[in-house]
């Protein structure tokens, strides 16, 4: 039930761009998106409904295909503030508010 | 208080002792959760608390881990017996309202739990 993010690390120079991507093998109600630094708590970030919308934070934004049961987390011009462990969390139904976590996708953008 | 308050902070026990970790969410929040973290690795649910109704116990790994929620704030999370494999963080998080989707979780520092 866990969804597998991928990739599992990546290393970017300031001002480039990666993708994240979270995928469930089981229906979606709704994706949430984290970020947690080394030793911090996690920090939401946004939520992506059922319905395909697509959402934007500063420059990062993200996409739900609810065919492909599959998120998107988008990084533009990183910063060396971006650096940290994203986390995706599913929700399989309306209404519950459980997710379940994926294992985590490290980013370290250097200068 | 502002954010979800967990304490201790950082907890050494020996193998074989009770321990209790607590959270103090949000005020107003009427959702709580709780998660464990081990080293390098994601976050693993363990248990919700929603308003009044009975908690999801699904991610509970045994017996020996238990919590409560008196008067809808405060929560206590209790691992009996403790094991070496129950060293990890424990994390607590909150939110709004269960029932409405949109809502962020907020969490805690967590509760570094170390088991000699």
């Known amino acids: 039930q866990q969804p597998v993010q991928s990739p599992q690390a990546v290393i970017l120079r300031e001002g480039e761009d990666a993708v994240i991507n979270c995928s469930s093998s089981?229906?979606?109600?709704?994706v949430h998106w984290y970020r947690q630094k080394h030793g911090e708590a996690p920090v939401f970030l946004m939520i992506?409904?059922?319905?395909?919308e697509q959402k934007g934070h500063e420059k990062i934004s993200a996409s739900f295909n609810e065919k492909k049961q599959q998120s998107s987390l988008y990084l533009t011009a990183s910063q060396l503030s971006y650096s940290g462990t994203y986390f995706c969390g599913t929700e399989r139904y309306s209404n519950t508010g459980k997710l379940i976590f994926g294992q985590g996708t490290t980013l370290q953008v250097k200068p | 208080g502002a954010g979800v308050s967990q304490s201790p902070s950082n907890k050494v026990t020996e193998k074989g002792k009770d321990v209790e970790l607590r959270c103090d969410p949000i005020s107003g929040h009427t959702a709580l959760y709780w998660y464990r973290q081990s080293l390098g690795q994601g976050l693993e649910f363990l248990i919700y608390f929603q308003g009044n109704s009975a908690p999801d116990k699904s991610g509970l790994p045994s017996d020996r881990f238990s919590a409560e929620r008196t008067g809808g704030s405060v929560s206590t999370l209790t691992i009996q017996r403790t094991q070496q494999e129950d060293s990890a963080v424990y994390l607590c998080?909150?939110?709004?309202?269960?029932?409405?989707?949109?809502?962020?979780?907020?969490f805690g520092d967590g509760t570094r739990l170390s088991i000699l």
């Open positions: 992506l409904l059922k319905g395909g």
């Open positions: 089981k229906a979606l109600y709704s």
């Open positions: 998080a909150s939110s709004l309202a269960v029932g409405v989707s949109n809502q962020p979780q907020h």
